[in-house]
């Protein structure tokens, strides 16, 4: 069990740039769930997925951002057209169904839209 | 949105002091946890609590929870200067087909003086 684990830690970009976020789950996970987190706030739903499914979407999730999960192993989280509103933590958490209700959080990307 | 708050915001306690964090919440749960944030990093999972449960415990964490007054609280006992860093509790909610996706607190930011 090495953990969730994020791709990039940080980053930083200019606004109207695109970036792309990449989530590794815990191996065998079929949930895997991206969060918001903005400085002094708890992490806001966003996304999640079961297997490569998307079942659900947070009104957060403006069209500008866009979340994949083609083989049902690895995430990626895109945002288009940046904004400096976009500037937060990303964190992604994974779990199992059937077995635990224990969502297991990553490092999270910290990204400074300047 | 956020599901409920923290109380207190802030909290400031001698080592070897116990600390008590209370969760208020708005609509019916599956379960409840508690996580702990160092600053800028990830989130850690430290104990689940289902709704048909009212007490449990793990190593120095003690954590309630009433169903009828949707709250929960945190006892930390006998903290360290380690146990320094923002704690959150989160709600979990299972709709239609599924989700259990997490709605965070505001946190409570302790800090544990030597």
């Known amino acids: 069990d090495t953990g969730v684990s994020q791709d990039p830690r940080h980053k930083i970009t200019k606004r109207g740039q695109n970036v792309t976020f990449r989530c590794d789950p815990i191996?065998?996970?079929?949930?895997l769930y991206w969060y918001r987190q903005t400085l002094g706030q708890g992490p806001e739903f966003l996304t999640y997925f079961q297997n490569e499914a998307q079942l659900e979407k947070s009104r957060l999730l403006s069209d500008r951002f866009s979340a994949e999960r083609p083989k049902g192993s690895f995430s990626t989280l895109e945002i288009q057209r940046t904004e400096q509103g976009d500037s937060a933590m990303y964190l992604c958490a994974s779990t199992v169904t059937g077995r635990t209700d224990t969502q297991y959080f990553g490092p999270g990307t910290r990204l400074t839209v300047l | 949105s956020q599901q409920g708050e923290e109380d207190p915001q802030a909290l400031s306690i001698q080592e070897g002091e116990n600390a008590t964090m209370n969760c208020s919440y708005k609509?019916?749960?599956?379960?409840l946890q508690w996580y702990r944030q160092n600053s800028g990093r990830g989130l850690v999972h430290l104990i689940l609590i289902r709704s048909n449960e009212r007490e449990k415990h793990s190593g120095r964490l003690r954590v309630t929870l009433d169903t009828s007054k949707k709250s929960s609280s945190l006892l930390i006992t006998a903290s360290r200067a380690a146990d320094t860093a923002s704690y959150f509790c989160a709600t979990a909610h299972e709709r239609g087909g599924g989700g259990n996706k997490l709605t965070f607190g505001t946190g409570t930011q302790l800090k544990v003086e030597l």
């Open positions: 191996s065998e996970h079929n949930r």
């Open positions: 609509t019916s749960i599956n379960n």
